[in-house]
Nanobody, 126 residues
Framework: QVQLVDSGGGLVQTGGSLRLSCAAS????????VAWFRQAPGKEREFVSA???????YYADSVKGRFTISRDNAKNTWYLQMNRLKPEDTAVYSC????????????????????WGQGTQVTVSS
């Protein structure tokens, strides 16, 4: 059974930092793209960042320069370092894992990912 457990959310002031983690079990994601999405109240889930199995990184324009995605294949875990947080970053953040060997470039598409974490709340106070 494949399981993704995301963690690291919390309450932080504007300008602060948080580091999210996604620990996977049940299969390796070393040959899969992995990603982070977020969903704010009343809004649709949106793409935040992805990292390909080859290490290429992709970001939404709204987080570029502030967030950094990384992965540790030995630990089957990926991370999202979030710096200079803003109130508009407040959302439930969920990690996502793709299919092995999928080389398609549509990293921001929800349907690209088969596995999802339960979500972790990030709240940025002004």
């Amino acid at each position: 059974q494949v399981q993704l457990v995301d963690s690291g959310g919390g309450l932080v002031q504007t300008g602060g930092s948080l580091r999210l983690s996604c620990a996977a079990s049940g299969r390796t994601f070393s040959t899969s793209a992995v990603a982070w999405f977020r969903q704010a109240p009343g809004k649709e889930r949106e793409f935040v960042s992805a990292i390909s199995w080859g290490g290429g990184t992709y970001y939404a324009d709204s987080v570029k320069g502030r967030f950094t995605i990384s992965r540790d294949n030995a630990k089957n875990t990926w991370y999202l370092q979030m710096n200079r947080l803003k109130p508009e970053d407040t959302a439930v953040y969920s990690c996502a894992g793709g299919r092995p060997g999928d080389t398609s470039a549509n990293y921001s598409f929800l349907r690209r990912y088969d596995y999802w974490g339960q979500g972790t709340q990030v709240t940025v106070s002004s």
